[in-house]
Antibody, heavy 119, light 107 residues
Framework: QVQLVESGGGVVQPGRSLRLSCAAS????????MHWIRQAPGGGLEWVAV????????YYTDSVEGRFTISRDNSKNTLYLQMNSLRAEDTAVYYC????????????WGQGTTVTVSS | DIQLTQSPSFLSASVGDRVTFTCRAS??????LTWYQQKPGKAPKVLIY???TLQSGVPSRFSGSGSGTEFTLTISGLQPEDFATYYC?????????FGQGTRLEIK
């Protein structure tokens, strides 16, 4: 069964760091690009970052560029999001998602992990 | 960055109605557009990709059209399970962006 399971969310103070993980199973993780997408409470979807299947390319949305780092360990079938200098506006549910084979959409999503940035 | 503007932001409709949502891009994106449906507390589910291709398993009452900067999602004959929030997403360039969503509620 194809599955993504996020972990690592929690409550953190502004300016601190947090690392999210996404464990993949049921598919050949090392052959797919992976995304992080977030959703603020009561808000819409915001695409955050992508990493190529081999880690060779990474892209970020402007608001997290320089603060967040996406990475992956294909030997562990795990995707990561290192979040530094967290701000209140980073509060959201964070989803990891797998790219469909031809890149047209994200076809498998995790259940999400909640990050709350608050003093 | 490419901005996507969805309209309306909120729509109230009845079971059996035909409804149409619009998504406008700030610059041309050819057919690089995906439509998602999201229900409360759940991850989004893809409905339409490449602007007009119905995802496998999605009922045929859903249809998409458009190219360039203007796109539409139509639901013909609303069913109770269709009341949800709908998002468009462009895949033309990074950063990928979503529209702000259209919330569809039961009248």
């Amino acid at each position: 069964q194809v599955q993504l399971v996020e972990s690592g969310g929690g409550v953190v103070q502004p300016g601190r760091s947090l690392r999210l993980s996404c464990a993949a199973s049921g598919f050949t993780f090392s052959t797919y690009a992976m995304h992080w997408i977030r959703q603020a409470p009561g808000g819409g979807l915001e695409w955050v970052a992508v990493i190529w299947y081999d880690g060779s390319q990474k892209y970020y949305t402007d608001s997290v560029e320089g603060r967040f780092t996406i990475s992956r360990d294909n030997s562990k079938n795990t995707l990561y999001l290192q979040m530094n200098s967290l701000r209140a506006e980073d509060t959201a549910v964070y989803y990891c998602a797998k790219t469909e084979t031809n890149g047209w959409y994200e076809d498998v999503w995790g259940q999400g992990t909640t990050v709350t940035v608050s003093s | 960055d490419i901005q996507l503007t969805q309209s309306p932001s909120f729509l109230s409709a009845s079971v059996g109605d035909r409804v149409t949502f619009t998504c406008r891009a700030s610059q041309g994106i050819s057919s690089y557009l995906t439509w998602y449906q999201q229900k409360p507390g759940k991850a989004p589910k893809v409905l339409i990709y490449a602007a007009s291709t119905l995802q496998s398993g999605v009922p045929s009452r859903f249809s998409g059209s458009g190219s360039g900067t203007e796109f539409t999602l139509t639901i013909s004959g609303l069913q109770p399970e269709d009341f949800a929030t709908y998002y468009c997403q462009q895949l033309k360039t990074y950063p990928r962006t979503f529209g702000q969503g259209t919330r569809l509620e039961i009248k």
